[in-house]
């Protein structure tokens, strides 16, 4: 099993920033990547970026490239994701997630992925 708890949330002005962070714990051997998802109300949830644990590389929605960058500190088992020149519509609820599964797209069922509980984001205008 592995436990996700992430922070760092908030409420900024558009064009403010936010860092989040996420660190992972128990059996962190197992994971290929982290990720973070967001879900706004009423909208399905959605991609951000993703980080391979192993060498780093990084991928991210066409929403959000440019923007926000995914970075890792594997020495703590923590993601971080500075997002800056945020907008009204980066607004959601954001989910750190980890396993094997790499793609943006929501993991299918057979997936097993972990995910924490989830920190709110707010940007106003």
């Known amino acids: 099993q592995v436990q996700l708890v992430e922070s760092g949330g908030g409420s900024v002005q558009a064009g403010g920033s936010l860092r989040l962070s996420c660190a992972a714990s128990?059996?962190?051997?197992?994971?290929?990547?982290m990720a973070w998802f967001r879900q706004a109300p009423g909208k399905e949830r959605e991609g951000v970026a993703r980080?391979?644990?192993?060498?780093?590389?990084?991928r991210y929605s066409d929403s959000v490239s440019g923007r926000f960058t995914l970075s890792q500190d594997k020495s703590k088992n923590t993601v971080y994701l500075e997002m800056d020149s945020l907008k009204p519509e980066d607004t959601a609820q954001y989910y750190c997630?980890?396993?094997?599964?790499?793609?943006?797209?929501?993991?299918?069922?057979?997936?097993?992925?972990?995910w924490g509980r989830g920190i709110q984001v707010t940007v106003s205008s």
């Open positions: 128990g059996s962190t051997y197992y994971l290929t990547c």
């Open positions: 997630a980890a396993g094997k599964w790499c793609g943006l797209g929501l993991p299918p069922p057979t997936q097993q992925m972990f």
């Open positions: 980080i391979y644990t192993g060498g780093g590389d990084t």
